[in-house]
């Protein structure tokens, strides 16, 4: 679990490995050094504290990109009762980097669809690291038709570094397939939620995005570009990434200010990766609540709200 | 995907040489003709040796597309903020001050009313020449608004585009503006509304991925650079060369996602032809659609 420690946590592990070692010195029990312990372990805390109230954005990108955070999978399989994945965009294949489906929540029958990043070298391959190809974008689309005809509500989780930049993704319009989820997915008849998970990479993200209500975990960012991208392309140098992503302002407490987004949800100290099961609870309240308050709204004012929550995003003066 | 910000400021200087002043020779890029720049403006910056089709400013193709007298801009004050406080090496206030000074206008696209051919349209035209092209808060909103004046005045929307992508410096929320341009175009297709996109040397990211490819007809001119992600992105990736005319127009016409490529002076027949068709209403074929219209749009049947 441990094994990817970011150069910020290392003075919490090692403060926690000491711990560790007098635990087991402990439990020898020739010497009572519990008092000991209990110090260390309270100076532990406030340092987890510290660093991670601390942290600064290209910290928290790091977080959101840490292998041992929950993918869509890991989600789906804590949160629903059950699942029942689709395949295939009935055009050209099945793209393994967005998997949909048909799930129930508490009872609730809807579709989910989401990126999925794979865990280790083969998998990632095949699961091509999360970032979709135009099939994945058709399929994602398919599935939410699918879910609009019998009334089904949507999830969404977004957790990909933007979409696949390949010539057989540009041979087969992965601008189209993006721009063709975004003007569809903003009049489904049905309410449709999505949650940030990972990584919201850009337009590979937002053609998941155009919902209802947006929701970030505590760790998860959503940006424009990635913060390499931007700084190679304006500082030219893909080094000073920390610097462009403090510039891009990609946090969900910065897109709760810009007010982009609807809610934020809560991550163990640390990040997701400390406990699956804690933050998927809270993942799967959040979308049980906002599924409950989507419910209420009459669908064709439900959709003129999403067309405008959309079109109020924007800052500019006038005359 | 505004990743090819990069690649695209390198031929802003392009641009900015062939407006340099009268009497300037330029070079053809394509066919190295040495070629008199004011008659290349006089042929809207189309090589006459070779037909290659250069960048060209917003106001040409205002000129090239409207009748006479007709062009009404509208929101020609609107300006950018500077949300998020951006600086790089410049700040984004000053690369904003920079390119209004250098092009006159207050931003990257101008939207108004006109007529083409004696079509009542709603016309707006990107420039690359200020910041490449980039969408941020402005030009979302200007195309929106020029969405929302067509439906109004009940007239066909024409877009030219010409664009490096979403704009890095307003960060998400020029992101967002992808969302907010094509999730309005859903109000204009719901009042059968034409829409003509045209997409020019280059569309790339994010506008490429939202309302440029959104046309009830996407027209291309010849051998323009089209796609999400740019050229250099992709070499990057798969490690090789890029096959010859890759991203262009033809090769988009070739993979099904533009309908023509039109010759820049053949322009504004073809999208008056267009329009003389989609906008014929047939009395005995429009009951028909406006029947289907009552069962609710967008659900099975679409
Ligand atoms: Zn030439």
Not at chain 1, 24 to 53: C, F, N, P
Not at chain 1, 68 to 73: E, N, S
Not at chain 1, 161 to 174: D, I, S, T, V, Y
Not at chain 2, 191 to 212: M, R
Request: proline share 4%.
């Amino acid at each position: 679990m441990n094994k990817f420690v970011f150069d910020f946590e290392k003075p919490i592990v090692e403060l926690e490995n000491k711990i560790q070692e007098m635990h087991e010195l402990a439990a020898d029990g020739k010497v009572d050094i519990s008092t000991e312990i209990d110090q260390l372990e309270e100076k532990a805390e406030k340092l987890r504290d510290e660093v991670y109230s601390n942290l600064n954005r290209w910290q928290r990108v790091q977080i959101a990109r840490h292998p041992r955070r929950p993918y869509t999978l890991d989600y789906i399989e804590r949160i629903t009762d059950s699942f029942q994945e689709l395949h295939g965009d009935r055009l050209y294949r099945d793209d393994r980097a967005i998997v949909a489906g048909l799930a129930t929540i508490d009872s609730v029958p809807l579709a989910i669809i989401g990126h999925q990043k794979g865990r280790g070298t083969k998998l990632n391959i095949f699961r091509n690291f999360g970032m979709p190809h135009p099939e994945g974008y058709r399929k994602a689309l398919r599935v939410m038709k699918l879910a609009e005809k019998f009334g089904l509500p949507i999830v969404t989780l977004i957790d990909t570094p933007g979409a696949w930049p390949g010539l057989g993704a540009e041979e087969r319009g992965q601008a189209e397939a993006i721009a063709r989820n975004l003007f569809e997915m903003s009049t489904l008849r049905v309410p449709i939620i999505s949650v940030v998970i990972g990584e919201g990479g850009s337009g590979g993200a937002l053609a998941l995005g155009v919902t209802d209500r947006i929701i970030m975990l505590e760790y998860s960012v959503y940006s424009v570009i990635t913060p390499e991208g931007c700084a190679s392309i304006l500082y030219r140098d893909a080094n000073l990434a920390n610097k462009a992503a403090e510039a891009l302002r990609i946090t969900p407490t910065d897109l709760q200010e810009l007010e982009i987004i609807d809610e934020i949800i809560d991550e163990p100290v640390g990040g997701a990766h400390h406990d699956w099961d804690f933050v998927a609870s809270n993942v799967k309240k959040s979308i049980i609540c906002k599924l409950e308050e989507l419910k209420k709204i009459d669908i064709d004012e439900l959709i003129e709200e999403r067309i405008d929550k959309y079109g109020n995003i924007g800052f500019f003066d006038e005359d | 995907m505004a990743n090819w910000f990069k690649r695209t400021s390198d031929n802003l200087e392009g641009s900015k040489k062939r407006e340099l002043p009268e009497g300037l020779w330029v070079n053809c890029k394509s066919c190295e003709a040495v070629l008199y720049a004011k008659k290349l403006e006089r042929n809207y910056y189309i090589c006459p040796e070779c037909g290659h089709h250069m960048r060209l400013s917003s106001e040409s193709y205002i000129t090239l597309l409207t009748d006479e007298g007709t062009w009404k801009p509208f929101e020609e004050g609107m300006k950018s903020q500077d949300p998020l406080d951006f600086r790089d090496s410049k700040k984004y206030t000053d690369r904003i001050a920079a390119s209004m000074k250098k092009t006159g206008r207050n931003e990257a696209v101008q939207v108004g009313e006109a007529n083409l051919d004696g079509h009542e349209i709603v016309l707006a035209v990107m420039d690359f020449s200020f910041l490449g092209g980039s969408v941020g808060s402005v030009v979302g909103e200007k195309i929106s608004r020029a969405i929302d004046r067509a439906i109004q005045k009940k007239r066909s929307l024409i877009i030219i585009s010409c664009s490096g992508g979403m704009r890095m410096q307003e960060g998400v929320i020029s992101l967002m503006q992808m969302a907010k341009t094509s999730a309005r175009l859903t109000r204009l297709a719901k009042e059968k509304l034409p829409f003509i996109s045209v997409l020019t040397d280059p569309t790339t990211g994010g506008t490429t991925a939202s309302y440029s490819m959104l046309g009830d007809l996407n027209l291309a001119e010849p051998e323009a650079l089209i796609g999400f992600a740019g050229p250099r992105v992709i070499k990057q990736t798969i490690g090789q060369d890029l096959p010859e005319g890759f991203q262009r127009s033809e090769f988009l016409v070739d993979h099904g996602f533009i309908d023509q490529v039109v010759p820049r002076l053949e322009l504004k027949q073809r999208i008056a032809e267009f329009l003389l068709l989609l906008t014929a209403k047939s009395p005995s074929f429009k009951s028909v659609s406006s029947s289907s219209e009552k069962e609710g749009g967008s659900t099975s049947e679409d």
